[in-house]
């Protein structure tokens, strides 16, 4: 992977239309703009990491460094998601090799997790131990993750990429106005421990607000013991019997031979094509990667682009290739060392082919009559995402997450760190819904060692062998479907990065049979999918994309409006 050898700034802005049509893409519009760079770009949902990593880049890393110093800084600017106390996936291209590689870093079940462990003497799920206790806690992936990356992949020093971080826990930064929001949301959880007061509160009693400053010592300590030491603080030092003291006083399974045992793991990425465009996903334990290629597959043999944009007829086909591969997930997904998921088969034009043969272009399929299919004939909350591209076309996508916002709301005492609640991933009981309404079965049941299944999904298309689009969002169970419409905005619908990402979404998972909605889509489209036999609900919005396009020697950026203080910025 070659290195952005000069530090040299070349500021490029604009505030017209930039071009009309390149590529068959627009790139310019009136009403939304995309932003322009030449040489490196940098989108995330915060704009100090944002900065963070465009100044790596500046100053000659290539798309690894500065990724992995945005994910250290998110630690500290993003609490509720950034984290080194939860876990993700990155999706690495190398463009002199022409290779793309998964890093799985997700969390893992401590060796005492047992399938039952979260139910109750009735049998139903006990929800607190489930979501909040620190027996929630899955033994963290992200250190590890980030530190492999930068050693395989970058180019600078640990110390050199984690010391905007450091600088930011220990000088602190101006709490913003959708922080203090967050904090005074979740202030009755954040406050029953006594270390998350510590730190997020201004007198034991109070979150902080808009305009004060947030001071991180304890967290600054454990990144520097990290900056120094490597993964070793985290998973066999200092840190790791700080947080084993935690769980030990607290009723949580994690020992140090969990933490001790650790490991990340480089995967073969999920592959698809989509009208001539080569799609590039999270394979499992990431369930994201398989169902938009899947999806897509499905949707392929209809013409998305004369149908029009969000037309009822559009929409209609999307959401009813959505029930099919959200079923098929409650079935054959799950940590593919524990379980055999029939992933060719999932991806295979031949079972999309199958499936869409049951789609009624006029009328609703209720999801009580879609049963999971069998692809086997054809084998042979609260999370962030960031996207960096480098001047050569080195591209990192990445998404991680604690699970709920704020993770358990624990902080472990004397790290600074906040604790994931990443076991409610799992299916406490196969068959009950997960926090997210999500039907899981014996595939992602809780087990010793397994990674809990994601929806996750860091994308990256290709067209010709070079990257046109790298892009990620958070969002739950909406993930797949937040990052599926913006590939199909782009591809289908011709959007600059900008207007594709701003277009309102829909979302169906199978269960429960509901279609969901955001605000602007048309009340005349409403009408027409309920006469076809849809149930809207219109929600909260959906994801929080940060998106990246090449092409013609530029790059084209947009950070979601959903959520605020995303920031893109290019040079």
């Known amino acids: 992977m070659r290195t952005v ?16 049509q390149t590529n068959g893409f627009r790139t310019g519009e009136d009403r939304v703009h995309p932003v322009l760079g030449r040489s490196g770009m940098v989108a995330t949902q915060e704009s100090q990491a944002t900065r963070v990593g465009l100044d790596i880049l500046q100053r000659g890393g290539n798309a690894v460094d500065a990724a992995v ?16 106390g939860g876990g993700g996936f990155m999706m ?21 997790a047992t399938r039952d462990m979260y139910l109750d003497t009735s049998g139903d799920v006990d929800e607190e131990a489930f979501r909040y206790s620190h027996k929630a806690v899955g033994v963290p992936g992200t250190v590890a993750g980030l530190t492999l990356a930068l050693r395989k992949y970058g180019t600078m020093s640990l110390q050199d990429v984690m010391a905007p971080a450091l600088r930011l826990a220990g000088d602190g930064f101006l709490v913003s106005d959708d922080m203090a929001r967050q904090l005074e949301r979740r202030q009755k959880r954040l406050a029953q421990s006594e270390a998350t007061r510590e730190v997020f509160f201004s007198d034991g009693d109070t979150p902080l607000k808009a305009g004060d400053r947030l001071v991180q010592p304890d967290l600054w300590q454990s990144l520097k013991a990290i900056s120094e030491k490597g993964p070793y603080a985290f998973y066999r030092g200092t840190i790791a019997e700080r947080l084993v003291a935690e769980m030990e006083a607290n009723g949580g399974i994690m020992t140090l031979e969990d933490l001790a045992g650790y490991a990340p793991v480089e995967r073969e990425a999920v592959r698809g094509t989509y009208r001539g465009f080569e799609i590039r996903s999270m394979p499992p334990p990431s369930s994201g990667g398989i169902h938009i290629v899947q999806i897509l597959n499905m949707l392929e043999a209809y013409d998305l682009a004369s149908l029009g944009h969000n037309s009822a007829a559009s929409l209609h086909l999307m959401v009813e290739a959505m029930k099919r591969a959200y079923v098929d997930r409650s079935k054959h997904l799950g940590d593919p060392a524990y379980w055999k998921v029939p992933v060719s088969g999932l991806v295979s034009k031949d079972y999309a082919a199958a499936l869409r043969r049951g789609i009624d272009p006029e009328k609703a399929t209720p999801s009580t009559d879609i049963l999971p299919g069998d ?13 960096v591209m480098d001047r ?8 991680y997450t604690l ?22 991933d799992f299916s406490a009981k196969p068959g009950v819904p997960n926090p997210y309404g999500l039907i899981g079965g014996d595939a992602n049941a809780v087990g010793a060692g397994k990674r809990p299944l994601s929806s996750m999904s860091p994308t990256i298309v290709l067209k010709d062998g070079e990257v046109l689009l790298a892009t990620g969002s958070p969002g739950g169970s909406r993930i797949i479907t937040t ?11 011709k959007m600059n990065i900008a207007e594709a990402t701003h277009a309102p979404r829909v979302h169906h998972q199978w269960l429960p049979d509901t279609l969901r909605i955001e605000e602007g889509l048309s009340r005349d489209t409403q009408r027409l999918l309920r006469a076809k036999g849809h149930t ?21 950026g947009a950070s979601d409006p959903r959520r605020p203080d995303a920031l893109t910025l290019g040079y």
Do not use: W
């Open 536 to 556: 809207l609900k219109q929600g909260r919005p959906m994801g929080s994309l940060q998106s990246i396009m090449r092409f013609d020697g530029f790059l084209y």
């Open 483 to 493: 990052v599926l419409q913006l590939l199909i905005n782009v591809i289908d619908h």
């Open 5 to 20: 050898a000069v530090a040299v700034s070349v500021a490029l802005c604009f505030g017209g239309v930039v071009q009309a």
């Open 403 to 424: 699970n709920f916002a704020y993770g358990t709301g624990i902080v472990a005492a004397g790290t600074g760190i906040l604790l994931n609640n990443e076991m409610a």
């Open 92 to 112: 690495v291209h190398d463009a002199e090799a022409g290779k793309t590689v998964a890093i799985d870093y997700r969390e893992t079940a401590p060796a005492a």
């Open 375 to 387: 692809p086997l004939p054809y084998e042979g909350p609260n999370t962030t995402h960031f996207t």
């Open 392 to 399: 050569f076309g080195n591209t990192v996508s990445n998404t």
């Open 69 to 84: 110093a945005v994910g250290f800084a998110l630690a500290v600017t993003l609490p509720r998601a950034g984290n080194l």
